[in-house]
Structure formats: structure tokens, C-alpha cells
């Protein structure tokens, strides 16, 4: 029997079938009210002219997550400390044999979410980039099966905001509760009462704490000045902001 150290030293990879490994960021953010997905514009084959996710092979000595956010920086010019208070994590694996055309390759996919992200510049391998409303994604065919992708991102991120305080990472360190309000209302897709959301906001240990401070002039329309808050220790949400379809259903 051999040890470790002689069966390594005799082993062969290329006796096996060569598999490579990708990875894929669906990036959200809120720009002008809506909520938006980053894609870039394929230069050349597969699928060239098709639009896609930002992602790429992961390199020999690379990190899954560093891959993710490399690739990312690279489509949005976003480096050191603003790349770093992006929030990311894992969203899944897509290994579907025939997802790519040349060679069987497995995507990890990653979600990344920030407020107000700049204007996208596209890498060498990009022919373009653009921040896309999710409402206009049915017009756009996207490449391989990264419609599959936004989709699962896109439901994530709304299960996410429910049970977690996801929403803090749209708005910056200080944020009034209609600010709050508003990225729940992008996210989710559907209008919610400000007194109803105010309560339940406050009434959830930990999503939200106060500052002490208020906005520099009341609303639109005269008013009080609104107080500013800023993200808690909160990891998980007790009671959970469910969506308003959902709240029904548990009733």
C-alpha cells in the first residue's frame, strides 16, 4: 500500500476530464429610485454582443471570494476601502454540464449589494457595462444561464431583507426610517405604509439604533425633522419584516 506522499507524487489529473471554474457577481444597487443589476456586454465568443453577469475564471492561486471581487472592481473601477465596505456573499453553484460551450465549467456565484455604486467601466474582455433596472431585465437576453442567476440573486436578496438587516447595506452609515423604507419598497417591488413600517421597524432588536441627530429640514412638505439611525448588532431578524404577499399568508 502506498503512502500519501507516493500516490501524490504518481498522480495524474489529466487521467481525469478537465473541469474549470468560474465565478459570477450579481450586483444590485439603487440609482435613481430603482433597483439595478450590473451586466457587461460580451466582446467576443461564446455569446458574443450578449449581455452577462461580471465574472470570470478564478485564478490558480485565487480565492473563491477574492475572484468575486476582483472581477467586480474591474467592472465598476471600485478599489481598496470603498470595495471593501461592498457586501458580499456566496449565493450558489451552477454546474449544468452544457452551460457553457467550451468545456464543462462550474460558475460559483456571488451577490453583491451597496448604495449609490459609480457608473460601471468595462473590462479589457467587456465591449460595455451597465447598471440595468431589474423591471427591464424580460427585455434583455442575457448569456448562458445567467438569467437563472439574476433570478435566484434577485430572490435572495428579497428573502434577505426579511429575516436579515440586508436593507442597511443599501443606504449609507446614516439613514432616516423613509430611507429604509424606500430600499424595501425598490427591492420587494410594492409600495408599504410608512406609520405600519416605522413600527415594525423599531419594534425589531438590533436592525436599527438612533444617532441622536435629526436631518437638516423636515420633509418635502415642511414637517418635523426626521431622526437619523445607523445599522445595529442585529444578525437576524426577531420578529421578521416579511413582505406584504407573505404577511397574508401567515396571518
Partial sequence: MVNEQEFL???DPRAYPAVAVTVDVVAFTIRDGELQVLLIQRAGPPFAGFWALPGGFVRPD????AAARREFGEETGLGGEPLRRVHFEQLASYGTPDRDPRMRIVSIAYLAFAPDLPEPSAGSDAGDAEWLAVTALPSRELAFDHRRIVDDGLERARSK??????????VGE??????????????WGHPLHAGNFHR???SVPGLVEGTGATTEHGGPRGGPRARLYRAGDARL????LLRPAREETFR
Fill in 174 to 187: 446614516e439613514f432616516t426610517i423613509a430611507d429604509l423604507r424606500a430600499v424595501y419598497e425598490t427591492v
Fill in 237 to 240: 431578524l426577531h420578529p421578521a
Fill in 200 to 202: 415594525k421597524v423599531l
Fill in 62 to 65: 485565487e480565492e473563491l471570494a
Fill in 161 to 170: 431583507l426579511e429575516y436579515t438587516p440586508l436593507a442597511t447595506a443599501f
Fill in 9 to 11: 507524487a504518481g498522480y
